[in-house]
């Protein structure tokens, strides 16, 4: 089933998407695209639903077929400070700022979003597997990050974060249970399942 090319025709539309919202480090980065009107793609679709080379081959597509894309980025320790859901609506706050062309409708994956002054919103539940300029949003927003964790790694190669880009997987946590928490680790998240028995 192929994704839908707009929410509202005659209207330029900017997808929004975010990466890394989940992770223990890091930051949370967001992608915002505006496709051209009927965009179509054959592969393009849910980031989390493609292979690492496919997102990686498709970023450039998108990158080049776009009419506007940027990426926002919000640090861990902002994320610590105003929380990771308000941490991602201001990740795509700044990717919607850098557009080149202005959008007349922000289409949000997910059911929340704190306004973008002067832009109407459509929230949509799973958007990224429904609309292409979504979909592309996830892309740019997920392999940006990926890049970035990569960067982290090579700084800190105990965690793997190459492969697991921050996620809690066990092997992230058994580091943080061996190495001890690093600098961009995100303090306001729970690390270790342990950490419940710790502050009661």
């Given at each position: 089933m192929s994704l839908?090319?707009?929410f509202?025709?005659n209207?330029?539309?900017?997808?929004?998407?975010?990466?890394?919202?989940?992770?223990?480090?890091?930051p949370?980065?967001a992608?915002?695209?505006?496709l051209?009107p009927?965009?179509?793609?054959?592969?393009?679709?849910?980031?989390k639903?493609l292979?690492?080379?496919?997102?990686?081959?498709?970023?450039e597509?998108?990158?080049?077929d776009?009419?506007?894309?940027?990426?926002?980025?919000?640090?861990?320790t902002?994320?610590d400070e105003i929380?990771?859901?308000?941490?991602?609506f201001?990740?795509?706050h700044?990717a919607?700022?850098?557009?080149?062309?202005?959008?007349?409708?922000?289409?949000?994956?997910g059911?929340?979003?704190k306004?973008y002054d002067?832009?109407?919103?459509?929230?949509?539940?799973?958007?990224?597997?429904?609309?292409?300029?979504?979909?592309?949003?996830?892309?740019l927003?997920?392999?940006?990050r990926?890049?970035?964790m990569?960067?982290?790694?090579?700084?800190?190669?105990?965690?793997?974060?190459h492969?697991?880009?921050?996620?809690?997987?066990?092997?992230?946590?058994?580091?943080?249970r061996?190495?001890g928490?690093t600098?961009h680790?995100r303090?306001?998240f729970?690390l270790?399942?342990?950490?419940l028995e710790i502050?009661?």
């Amino acid at each position: 089933m192929s994704l839908d090319s707009f929410f509202q025709k005659n209207t330029i539309e900017a997808g929004c998407d975010e990466a890394g919202r989940g992770c223990l480090a890091g930051p949370v980065v967001a992608a915002a695209v505006i496709l051209p009107p009927d965009y179509t793609h054959d592969v393009l679709n849910d980031s989390k639903k493609l292979s690492f080379k496919q997102r990686n081959a498709i970023k450039e597509e998108i990158k080049s077929d776009a009419i506007a894309w940027a990426v926002g980025v919000v640090s861990h320790t902002e994320i610590d400070e105003i929380n990771i859901l308000n941490a991602s609506f201001l990740a795509m706050h700044r990717a919607v700022d850098q557009l080149k062309t202005k959008p007349e409708l922000l289409l949000i994956d997910g059911n929340r979003f704190k306004p973008y002054d002067g832009i109407p919103h459509e929230t949509i539940v799973k958007g990224d597997g429904k609309y292409y300029s979504i979909a592309a949003a996830s892309v740019l927003a997920k392999t940006f990050r990926d890049e970035l964790m990569q960067e982290l790694h090579r700084e800190y190669p105990s965690y793997g974060w190459h492969t697991n880009a921050g996620y809690p997987t066990v092997a992230h946590r058994d580091a943080i249970r061996e190495f001890g928490i690093t600098p961009h680790h995100r303090k306001s998240f729970r690390l270790l399942p342990e950490q419940l028995e710790i502050f009661e």
